[in-house]
């Protein structure tokens, strides 16, 4: 074990300086090998464990459990890891590895078939998960008041679902990858089981949010991880196929119009998930599209957007522009406005280019003028409110199944599938019997306004 980088191996078996107490606390036994970054990672691990109400044992024969947060960057850090498995197996006989070797379970798995689970590293979430169903935490009656779900700020029947972290792309416009960093996306599993609890916990429609939700699993090679016995492959087509066999409604935000995303289209079509997707394109015009850096720009949007429609009829596409990007010429704006007619987009919210600091794009171009920003806005906005307008119309006669947000005294308000909480339209129903909130009612839909549709309850 030497190097001389700052990513020095160092060994350190994790002694318990928390001194058990009597009862029946679980008790675990941790060793950390590998770099600070690593130890890091076990710091947070054992925080999280203690705060369960874990307790660190003195050793392996004593603990309910092992996890061993391994090292995988020399050979010499490998056969260490390796031996402390071996250790924890003889000593103990449960055993959850973690850490660098985490990435490649297969060579563990072929020396040490019997562990019980297998985390890369950082994925303290899926430690925990391991932990819990090897080892369940015990009853404790302050922890216990925060419900398995934990706290939501949302109303109790949606739920966002957060699948990644951080953004791979740099579009010039966007200072998010400085603050949040490159792409980091949670496993599979851990996902699921997050979903699962919410819909246990009586959430009727999960919100799948990321920055870019099409490149999830990338940075971790699609990786699989287990969820109810089987394995599941980060990737978003594999986790919306799961996600939609949990009983919720799936709405898919934040997709980008990348060829793979054809095949969730499918899912769509056979009523998987719902038949909404949110992609922001931006703008339309090559140019500005190019400097914008915007991912999947050379897709021949407009063909994908009609081959979606060719298999998901039914699909309901929610976009957002910007417009008075630096460099906008009056004719990338009317570019864009005719965009608008071929596409045709059922929801559509417009921002003016707004110079945030350290945003590269403000170097790119001549800065359009603020009235020219603002005229173009309303332009934009009085353009495609005739396009929403009419494909909204297109609704009245049809029957929709709509899920109510408020009760009020005469009408309820609700949101077909069509329709994402807080940014698209709403439904106002009127029904011969009260509505709950939360449940989801068949409506006639019998009129159209600019945004809203409105109709009557036939059915529970
Ligand atoms: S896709 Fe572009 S706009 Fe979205 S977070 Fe990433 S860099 Fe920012």
Redesign the pocket.
């Known amino acids: 074990m030497t190097t001389d980088t700052h990513t020095q191996p160092i060994a350190r078996p994790i002694a318990a300086d928390t001194a058990a107490s009597p009862g029946s606390a679980p008790k675990v036994s941790f060793v950390s090998l590998g770099c600070p970054k690593a130890l890091v990672d076990s710091e947070r691990i054992i925080t999280r464990l203690r705060a369960e109400g874990y307790e660190l044992a003195r050793g392996h024969a004593g603990a309910d459990l092992v996890i061993v947060n391994t090292c995988g960057f020399l050979d010499s850090a490998k056969a260490e890891s390796l031996g402390a498995i071996g250790t924890a197996l003889a000593e103990n006989g449960k055993v959850i590895v973690t850490g660098c070797m985490g990435a490649e379970p297969e060579n563990i798995t072929a020396q040490y078939p019997g562990v019980l689970a297998i985390t890369g590293p950082q994925q303290y979430e899926s430690v925990l998960d391991a932990v819990h169903r090897a080892v369940p935490p015990r009853h404790d009656p302050f922890l216990d008041l925060v419900p398995p779900e934990g706290i939501k700020l949302t109303p109790r029947h949606y739920a966002y679902l957060k699948i990644s972290e951080g ?5 010039t ?5 400085k603050l ?1 960093g490159d792409l980091v996306s949670r496993p599979a599993g851990d996902v699921l089981r997050e979903a699962e609890k919410l819909v246990k916990a009586g959430v009727k429609e999960l919100l799948v949010i990321s ?2 939700t099409s490149a999830y699993g990338i940075d971790i090679k699609y990786a699989t991880s287990l969820f109810q016995d089987r394995e599941v492959r980060a990737k978003f087509l594999d986790l919306s196929r799961e996600l939609g066999t949990l009983g919720a409604w799936v709405r898919l935000h ?1 997709v ?1 119009p990348y060829p793979h995303v054809d095949d969730v289209i499918h899912l769509m079509a056979d009523g998987t998930v719902l038949p909404y997707l949110d992609i ?1 394109f ?1 703008h339309a015009a090559p140019n500005v599209l190019k400097r914008m ?3 999947a720009s050379q897709e021949k949007q407009l063909e994908r957007i009609q081959r979606w429609r060719e298999i998901c009829p039914d699909i309901t596409l929610r976009s957002t522009f910007i417009v008075g990007f630096p460099g906008e010429t009056d004719e990338d704006f009317e570019f864009l406005l005719n965009w608008l007619d071929e596409a045709q987009l059922d929801r559509v919210g417009c921002f003016k280019y707004e110079p945030v600091r350290g945003a590269p794009a403000n170097d790119l171009g001549d800065a359009v003028p603020e009235e020219v920003k603002e005229q173009r806005w309303h332009r934009f906005m009085k353009h495609q409110q005739a396009i929403s307008a009419r494909r909204l119309k297109r609704k009245v006669g049809t029957r929709q199944q709509v899920i109510i947000d408020e009760v009020g005294p005469t009408v309820a308000k609700g949101r077909t599938k069509g329709d994402a909480p807080q940014i698209d339209g709403a439904v106002y129903v009127s029904s011969r019997r009260p509505m709950r909130v939360g449940e989801i009612a068949t409506v006639k839909i019998e009129r159209a306004d600019a945004y809203d549709l409105h109709g009557s309850a036939v059915g529970f």
């Open positions: 953004c791979n792309n740099r579009c416009f966007c200072i998010i990858p949040r920055q870019d934040y980008y922001p931006q850096k915007r991912p």
